[in-house]
């Protein structure tokens, strides 16, 4: 049976626009988190890498309950701005973006705290905004940090299950994905064309984080 390439492209397109939104959200929040004394950090760090440890289905559970067109907020989202989450593209960038958002901003902090503190101090006594010392003084420092925060939401997003399965459901051209594919392939007992939708994944992730891993070896070298 020949393979179906619409649920790879839309795979990467999710991919795509998940990683792109969580570059523009990330790094201003992990850039908060590794410079910020705010007293109640801990608690957003918390809530930030809880897809961390909660399995994907419980995350999807509650976004399907938050966004059911049956829920208030989800009533008011269709009816004010005609926006439906549940089972649309939209609803999974949405889950996406929630899911993954550890995975962009765990390493853009670590990176951004493990500069010396002095270059910090010597562009505020220059006269430099926080906000523009993140972005011309710090992050061009931590370019190997950006750069696995990038692949690590990129992969993660391609990679997804249990959520996309919740939130999105499996509707051709809409939700479905690889990883949707693979599994309704398996169920029908086509395991070649299972096999041929994971092998071309397992290539491609393997490809992205060799190409990381040599890319951050010459930048540390």
């Not at 926006?83 to 609803?91: A, D």
């Not at 399965?165 to 392939?185: C, F, H, K, W």
Request: contains cysteine; neutral net charge; glycine residues 6%.
């Amino acid at each position: 049976m020949p393979i179906d390439w619409e649920p790879i492209w839309l795979t990467f397109e999710l991919a795509s626009i998940t990683t792109l939104i969580l570059l523009f959200i990330g790094v201003p929040l992990a850039g908060w988190l590794a410079l910020s004394q705010f007293r109640l950090k801990p608690v957003v760090e918390t809530f930030i890498s809880l897809p961390l440890v909660l399995p994907p289905s419980v995350v999807g559970f509650y976004l399907l309950l938050a966004f059911s067109p049956t829920s208030w907020l989800g009533e008011w989202l269709l009816h004010t701005v005609n926006v439906q989450l549940v089972f649309s593209f939209e609803g999974l960038v949405f889950a996406s973006l929630l899911y993954s958002l550890p995975f962009m901003v765990h390493p853009i902090q670590a990176g951004l705290e493990n500069l010396p503190a002095s270059w910090r101090e010597a562009a505020y006594t220059l006269g430099q905004s926080p906000a523009r010392t993140l972005w011309r003084v710090l992050l061009p420092n931590c370019k190997p940090a950006l750069l696995t925060g990038i692949v690590l939401s990129f992969a993660h997003t391609i990679g997804e299950f249990g959520l996309v399965l919740m939130i999105g459901g499996n509707l051709p051209g809409q939700t479905r994905v690889a990883s949707i594919a693979i599994y309704d392939e398996v169920e029908l007992l086509h395991f070649r064309t299972a096999h041929a939708y994971a092998a071309l994944l397992l290539g491609v992730s393997f490809l992205i984080l060799l190409l990381v891993y040599g890319i951050n070896k010459r930048v540390t070298v």
